[in-house]
C-alpha cells in the first residue's frame, strides 16, 4: 500500500493529537481542581471514595463518598470529556456528610474526590477504575 505525501501528513497528525489529549483531559481536570480550591494546597486523608476496582459497564459505576466534617465535596472524573460528574452541598443541619450515586465513565481512569472541610481546608481520595465496556460513547 502506498501513502500520499497529504495522507502520510495527516496520520501523522492524527497521531500527535492522540498523543496529546490525555494531557488536555488531565489539564481541565486540574483547572476544575483549582476553581474549586480556589490555588489553596490538597491535602489526603479526612474523605474516603469508595468505587469498584472493575467495572463492568462504564455506563453505571457506583461511587461513595464520605467526609465527616466536610461543607463540600467534588467528584471528578479526570478521563472523562467532562471531567467533572458530581459536587454536593452539606448544610449546617446536614447529620452526615456521605453521598453516593451511580456515575459514567468514558473507560478506565482515576476518579477523585475533593472534599472542602468546615475549617476552610481541602483533603482528596481517589481511585482508579478499571472499565470493561466503553461508557460515555464507547
Same mark, same amino acid.
Request: net charge negative; glycine share 16%.
Given at each position: 500500500? %502506498?501513502?500520499?505525501? =497529504?495522507?502520510?501528513?495527516?496520520?501523522?497528525?492524527?497521531? *500527535?493529537? *492522540?498523543?496529546?489529549?490525555? /494531557?488536555?483531559?488531565?489539564?481541565?481536570?486540574?483547572?476544575?481542581?483549582?476553581?474549586?480550591?480556589?490555588?489553596?494546597?490538597?491535602? #489526603?486523608?479526612?474523605?474516603?471514595?469508595?468505587?469498584?476496582?472493575?467495572?463492568? %459497564?462504564? %455506563?453505571?459505576?457506583?461511587?461513595?463518598?464520605?467526609?465527616?466534617?466536610?461543607?463540600?465535596?467534588?467528584? &471528578?472524573? &479526570?478521563?472523562?470529556?467532562?471531567?467533572?460528574?458530581?459536587?454536593? $452541598?452539606?448544610?449546617? &443541619?446536614?447529620?452526615?456528610?456521605? *453521598?453516593?450515586? =451511580?456515575? =459514567? &465513565?468514558?473507560?478506565?481512569? +482515576?476518579?477523585?474526590?475533593?472534599?472542602?472541610?468546615?475549617? #476552610?481546608?481541602?483533603?482528596? +481520595?481517589? $481511585?482508579?477504575? $478499571?472499565?470493561?465496556? /466503553? #461508557?460515555?460513547?464507547?
Amino acid at each position: 500500500m %502506498n501513502f500520499t505525501r =497529504r495522507e502520510t501528513l495527516a496520520v501523522g497528525a492524527g497521531a *500527535a493529537l *492522540a498523543a496529546a489529549l490525555p /494531557g488536555v483531559v488531565y489539564a481541565a481536570g486540574e483547572a476544575e481542581i483549582e476553581a474549586f480550591t480556589g490555588g489553596a494546597s490538597v491535602g #489526603g486523608g479526612g474523605v474516603t471514595l469508595t468505587a469498584p476496582e472493575i467495572a463492568e %459497564n462504564g %455506563n453505571t459505576v457506583p461511587i461513595e463518598v464520605d467526609a465527616p466534617g466536610a461543607t463540600e465535596i467534588l467528584v &471528578l472524573a &479526570l478521563g472523562n470529556p467532562t471531567p467533572p460528574v458530581a459536587q454536593f $452541598k452539606f448544610g449546617a &443541619l446536614a447529620g452526615d456528610q456521605s *453521598a453516593s450515586t =451511580r456515575i =459514567r &465513565l468514558a473507560g478506565t481512569q +482515576d476518579v477523585v474526590a475533593i472534599a472542602k472541610m468546615a475549617d #476552610g481546608s481541602f483533603v482528596q +481520595d481517589s $481511585k482508579t477504575v $478499571k472499565v470493561t465496556i /466503553g #461508557g460515555c460513547g464507547g
